[in-house]
């Protein structure tokens, strides 16, 4: 079984790839790729796999718009954060999703229902828009929870300037300096922040676009940015980050 993945984090590409080697251990990864136009080209320049996984949310677009601009053949099994009624239309259009973090139980089923029936159903236009819809018009999280001591502190979204990680902890960081530890992971908080808002530049931090004071140049195609309250730390946005950072910056993400 030749496979493709498309998946732009790459800790979650890695991730799904230990766990089809275990659940299916001759499978061959072809290649994965993490933007729209990437997978696009791909599929042009290489054979067609027998199976894809496809991230809902990619960096430059839904992958939805893969299908708007390239017909597919290939069975494509969807992975998400969004746990959203609509996304049971895969289910009776013979498609599958699974929900992230990507449980080996749920993996080897849909797997065990691509082989047995072998799919390669068009997925209707009009389902792919509606998921769309349901996804664009997503209620994104207004407030936290955090625990100080025995007690519950509610913190509202649009006060905190940004969410960082430091020693396998998740924390965000209000207007007023104070920090505190979160539940939530960066790759959990980038499907429940209002990308408008928020731009994960980093492995290590989700900055809110209020909280940014300049960017400048930097070194290897990158950028830096000032930000408030900013610690020792520097707040470098990623090299392949940098052409989708300066659109969110002008409004186009």
């Known amino acids: 079984m030749k496979v493709l993945i498309v998946e732009d984090e790459p800790l979650a590409a890695t991730q799904l790839t230990m766990l089809i080697s275990e659940v299916k251990p001759a499978a061959e990864i072809m290649g994965i790729c993490d933007t729209v136009e990437s997978t696009i080209k791909w599929l042009e320049e290489n054979p067609t ?3 894809a996984f496809f991230d809902i949310q990619l960096g430059d677009d839904l992958s939805f718009e893969i299908f708007n601009r390239r017909q597919l053949t290939v069975p494509v099994i969807f992975t998400t954060a969004y746990n959203e009624y609509a996304l049971q239309a895969f289910k009776t259009n013979s498609i599958d999703y699974l929900l992230k973090p990507i449980d080996k139980t749920e993996l080897r089923t849909a797997i065990e229902k691509f082989e047995k029936y072998h799919l390669t159903k068009q997925i209707p236009p009009a389902l792919i828009n509606a998921i769309r819809d349901s996804i664009e018009a997503k209620e994104y999280k207004k407030r936290f929870l955090v625990k100080i001591g025995t007690h519950l502190k509610i913190i509202i979204t649009n006060d905190i300037i940004y969410f960082y990680s430091f020693q396998k902890g998740t ?5 007023d300096g104070r920090n505190y530890l979160v539940e939530q992971t960066l790759e959990n908080l980038e499907n429940l922040l209002d990308p408008e ?3 994960r530049i980093n492995r290590k931090y989700i900055v809110a676009l ?3 004071t300049d960017v400048v140049a930097y070194s290897n ?7 408030k309250n900013q610690e020792e730390d520097d707040f470098l946005v990623a090299r392949e980050k940098v052409k989708t950072f300066k659109e969110w910056l002008e409004g186009n993400k």
Not at 171 to 175: T, V
Request: hydrophobic letters at 50%; glycine letters at 0%.
């Open 171 to 175: 924390f965000l960081k209000l207007n």
């Open 197 to 199: 808002k928020f731009f």
């Open 221 to 227: 195609s990158r950028l830096k940015l000032k930000v």
């Open 210 to 212: 209020n909280a940014i």
């Open 49 to 51: 796999p027998d199976l």
